[in-house]
């Protein structure tokens, strides 16, 4: 089925609209279904056992040219790689570390040396058997600079690829440059999927895992198709195979799902007037993922006005999260009152400054910023940008500041806008452990540091959380980081959305952890 045959939004959506125009805002809870463990982290569609065999077919937007199979890499084509690998650690559907290569863990007293216990019996697709080989080069395949991985700035402060030992074909050591308690966590990323020992060159073509779905074709940007492991060592995947087509736009996806030519809409974020007409199809319908993207409007800290945290502290006084939920969200989501730490993550504290647009005018006037105006970037390339952007204007107008919201073109945000301009809106997701939260978006130096705020203090905090052997103390520690981020850095953080995920009704077993579903359990009724 070629992208060119799906249908447009005007031929599809129209239909629903009547059905659409009669449902308030109750079809957020009339529409969705969600699983009630780990809140924050899962979602389930409709109930029932799928049955064995048949093909899912997911519509996802389009990528670059240079997509790659390579787990490590930026480019890599995320909805893949839960099908074709496994990693060494998991987060369970308890949100909690879970084996997956790895059956068990272990540190020694000071969290300096970590011995990981290998899963015995597992092949890749290919044949070979999985070892401590296959384990120690993945993790300096993702340490090699020629690599560029992301994940590569949150390890490699921590691990030496020189000093990986392999004692035998089970036992991997993991000596650290510096104790970290969390270690095991940070090797949930999606970045951390297991490859085969040598398989860097060709990695990013033949897909070859140990996950429960092989590879039969791929394209970047464009189809693919992967097909059951009938000796994937965890049992074999209720599916037959997985279709995935790239399809230009949401309108687009939103109109093939409701068409009945695919089953589910992947790494989308409906937006609530398709939400609602899907949800009142008879084809398909809408999951909610509860909290499962936080958005943020940065503050970038080298530029005027916000290298002066009495500034920075304003813009978060001068707005009420609540009223942005509630305009932007309609609901559907959390007030983040400013910090990124989600509110299921076991870490996050609810203590935070109260609204107060009162001390934000004292605030600035302090700082010779009285009746400041600024520009905040937003574009299409989210539907929660703007509702976003101009709920926090509407709010912040009581601390008598001007917002001039502007428009960017949504191709181009990322390469022009982020990083780039003092406020702007963007997002991420939700389900990073702590640790790797901190170190990739907060701590002074790194490349994802949208803010670039530097601050000794919070970096000091940081890393006694990680050398902190104690369970409590360690999130104590990880609490005074959330102040400190709350009171002087430069993330604004007004809410928590939950995703709302379009879904067939034929679709059963659809549970997500984080952003990603159980690729083993999923199916489709009357396959």
Not at 230 to 240: M, N, Q
Not at 314 to 325: F, I, R
Not at 407 to 415: E, G, K, N, V
Not at 451 to 465: H, I, N, S, Y
Request: proline share 7%.
């Amino acid at each position: 089925m070629p992208d060119t045959h799906l249908p447009g939004r005007r031929s599809v959506l129209a239909a629903g609209a009547a059905a659409a125009a009669s449902l308030g805002a109750s079809w957020l809870l009339t529409g969705c279904t969600g699983a009630a463990a780990a809140p924050g982290l899962t979602a389930a569609a409709l109930p029932g056992t799928p049955d064995p065999g048949g093909t899912l077919r997911i519509a996802r937007p389009p990528a670059s040219d240079a997509e790659t199979l390579d787990p490590a890499s930026s480019l890599s084509a995320y909805e893949y790689l839960g099908a074709l690998y496994n990693r060494l650690v998991r987060v369970g559907a308890d949100g909690e570390l879970a084996p997956d290569l790895a059956e068990s863990w272990e540190s020694d007293a000071k969290a300096r040396t970590w011995t990981f216990r290998l899963r015995k019996g597992v092949t890749f697709h290919d044949g070979r058997a999985f070892t401590s080989a296959d384990a120690a080069y993945t993790l300096r395949h993702i340490l090699d600079k020629a690599t560029a991985s992301p994940q590569a700035a949150v390890l490699a402060p921590l691990v030496d690829p020189g000093t990986l030992r392999t004692p035998d074909a089970h036992t991997l050591v993991v000596p650290l440059k510096t104790p970290n308690a969390e270690f095991p966590s940070l090797l949930t990323h999606y970045n951390c999927y297991v490859i085969p020992d040598g398989s860097a060159k060709g990695i990013g073509r033949t897909g070859t895992g140990t996950g429960p779905f092989k590879l039969e074709s791929f394209a970047p940007a464009g189809p693919g198709r992967v097909t059951a492991n009938k000796d994937h060592w965890a049992g074999r995947p209720v599916l037959d195979a997985i279709a995935f087509y790239s399809v230009a736009d949401m309108s687009a996806r939103a109109g093939a799902l409701l068409a009945g030519q695919v089953d589910l809409l992947s790494q989308t974020n409906l937006d609530f007037a398709t939400a609602r007409v899907v949800a009142a199809s008879d084809r398909a319908t809408v999951t909610r993922v509860k909290d499962a993207q936080w958005y943020v409007l940065p503050m970038l800290t080298t530029e005027k006005p916000f290298t002066d945290v009495r500034v920075r502290q304003a813009m978060k006084l001068a707005y009420d999260p609540e009223h942005v939920v509630k305009a932007a969200l309609q609901g559907a989501g959390t007030a983040g009152w400013d910090n990124p730490v989600p509110p299921s993550d076991p870490a996050h504290i609810a203590a935070h400054p109260a609204h107060d647009p009162e001390q934000a005018r004292h605030l600035l006037k302090q700082a010779g910023h009285e009746g400041l105006t600024v520009d905040l970037y937003t574009s299409s390339y989210d539907p929660l940008f703007t509702p976003m952007a101009l709920a926090y204007q509407d709010s912040a107008k009581r601390a008598g500041i001007r917002i001039r919201v502007r428009t960017a073109a949504a191709d181009s945000y990322y390469t022009q806008i982020w990083m780039k301009k003092p406020l702007m809106a963007t997002y991420w997701f939700t389900g990073r452990p702590v640790d790797q939260l901190f170190t990739q978006i907060f701590r002074s130096g790194s490349s994802y540091n949208e803010t670039a705020w530097a601050d000794k203090e919070f970096d000091v905090v940081l890393d006694r959380a990680r050398a902190e052997t104690d369970d409590t103390r360690r999130r104590e520690l990880y609490g005074e980081a959330q102040t400190l981020v709350i009171e002087r850095g430069g993330a604004m953080t007004p809410m928590f959305a939950d995703r709302l995920v379009g879904i067939s009704r034929e679709v059963r077993g659809y549970a997500e952890h984080g952003f990603e579903f159980d690729y083993l359990s999923i199916g489709v009724k009357g396959a």
